[in-house]
């Protein structure tokens, strides 16, 4: 294949004129004048004061990823068969173009049709349009995603497998997505994106312009080969799997598991003086990363950029494995179902309340295992306490497993529901209850 011009002349470019669009080094999550959603974002909101989840069954994620498998950084400054390494993204002003492109996707239902502000022929009806720039620039490889940021409307549009033709303003793609990025409002339950989590990609991407200023103040992007058929907030889908489950084997992540770099990792002493790797790792710390998307182990997510140092790159990948990760359950920092907004304070009340509470009491559950059918069910779970003060809380870990997420006194009996089964495998849920895992396992 014959490599593109501007790959060829990409040494010789100015800053402005590059294929990586330029970006302005801020030290705050945004994109020109437009914030990469609010900063009380699930994306945006630190994690490192959550204490480790404790579920067993979360543990065992990294098992199932790979506890001796070395992470990866999917991007560089590089090329891999004749593309750039990276999730590249464009910039738009709205303002400058004479209308907005029509896409159409093979997952329509699922797709948006066009973002705010955004129509077809400068008519000003219902939004039908996507805001991509005359010779936008789409990932490399297999994905081809394709991204751009209305600057002047604050809108992220972003498509997967995406084609484009810029002569005449028309794309194609498996899906697309847009989002206001002033608002924590996620996509409709049980809907796709560009990624498979149904979760925007943009938010946790690496971008150069971040790391070079030395604060990266988001989550960061990662994939992993399998999940287990379930997604968890915030994501919003959920992709089949040829997971095969055991009891008290390792258990894939769900789309939407939360990890976090540990506080004990030892840095590299080549990485030590080098401001954007450092920034990369305080993020991963103090923001953990989030399982988004099918694909390789470890694999995590940034831009394409001129400037990477593709050595230090690889080193620090190399000083990554799985056992250097846990798993934080933040979703008792959800203050809506369908909402990104994250509120750390109440986890705060949550963990106090209940070291409080627990700390003298001890509780059984009966039965402690379940199998369903592939149809759809009930069940109740008793929990004995030993003294009637005893406060105790629930919360379902599957999207497929209904039970009120909330707490009790004293001995009870919790109800829960499981949903049809049309995965085509067997999968395993569970259900935390006081401090112990009620666990479903649920045929195909």
Same mark, same amino acid.
């Given at each position: ?51 480790? +989840? ?15 498998? !070395? ?41 948006? !049709? ?131 489950? !055991? ?14 770099? !540990? ?46 140092? +593709? ?12 056992? +250097? ?65 005893? +406060? ?53």
């Amino acid at each position: 294949m014959k490599k593109p011009a501007y790959l060829l002349s990409l040494a010789l470019m100015s800053t402005a004129t590059t294929i990586f669009p330029a970006h302005n080094v801020l030290a705050e999550p945004k994109i020109g004048n437009c914030s990469v959603f609010p900063v009380n974002n699930i994306w945006n909101t630190p994690v490192d004061t959550l204490p480790v +989840d404790s579920n067993a069954q979360h543990q065992r994620w990294i098992d199932a990823v790979g506890r001796n498998t !070395k992470f990866h950084m999917d991007f560089a400054a590089g090329e891999y068969q004749e593309g750039f390494i990276g999730i590249p993204y464009n910039v738009v002003d709205r303002s400058t173009l004479s209308q907005c492109s029509a896409f159409s996707f093979l997952y329509a239902a699922e797709s948006d !049709k066009g973002g705010v502000g955004c129509y077809l022929d400068g008519l000003a009806q219902p939004p039908s349009g996507y805001a991509i720039p005359a010779s936008p620039v789409i990932e490399s490889g297999s994905d081809h995603h394709l991204i751009t940021v209305d600057s002047n409307n604050c809108t992220l549009y972003e498509v997967f497998n995406a084609s484009y033709n810029g002569r005449k303003m028309t794309g194609t793609g498996d899906s697309g997505a847009t989002w206001s990025l002033s608002s924590n409002a996620l996509r409709p339950r049980g809907w796709t994106s560009a990624d498979a989590a149904g979760l925007p990609i943009l938010p946790g991407l690496i971008r150069y312009d971040e790391a070079a200023s030395g604060s990266i103040k988001h989550a960061i992007r990662f994939t992993v080969p399998v999940t287990d058929g379930s997604f968890i907030w915030p994501a919003r889908h959920k992709t089949s799997t040829s997971y095969v489950p !055991k009891l008290g084997g390792p258990v894939p992540p769900p789309m939407g598991a939360h990890l976090r770099l !540990k506080k004990s990792y030892v840095i590299n002493s080549a990485l030590k003086q080098d401001v954007k790797i450092l920034a990369i790792i305080k993020a991963m710390q103090t923001y953990g990363i989030i399982n988004a998307d099918n694909g390789s182990a470890w694999f995590v997510t940034g831009e394409p950029n001129a400037n990477w140092n +593709d050595t230090l790159l690889k080193t620090f990948s190399d000083s990554l494995t799985g056992n +250097d990760f846990e798993p934080v359950d933040t979703r008792c920092m959800m203050v809506d179902e369908n909402s990104g907004e994250a509120d750390v304070t109440r986890c705060s009340a949550v963990a106090s309340t209940a070291v409080a509470s627990v700390a003298d009491c001890a509780f059984s559950i009966s039965p402690k295992s379940v199998f369903f059918s592939n149809i759809s069910g009930k069940g109740s779970v008793n929990v004995t306490a030993s003294a009637a003060s005893c +406060d105790w809380s629930v919360q379902s870990n599957n999207a497929w497993v209904e039970s009120a997420t909330t707490r009790f006194t004293g001995s009870q009996t919790v109800s829960y529901s499981v949903s049809d089964n049309n995965t085509g495998i067997f999968r395993i849920g569970s259900i935390s209850i006081a401090n112990a895992v009620f666990i479903i396992v649920q045929s195909f």
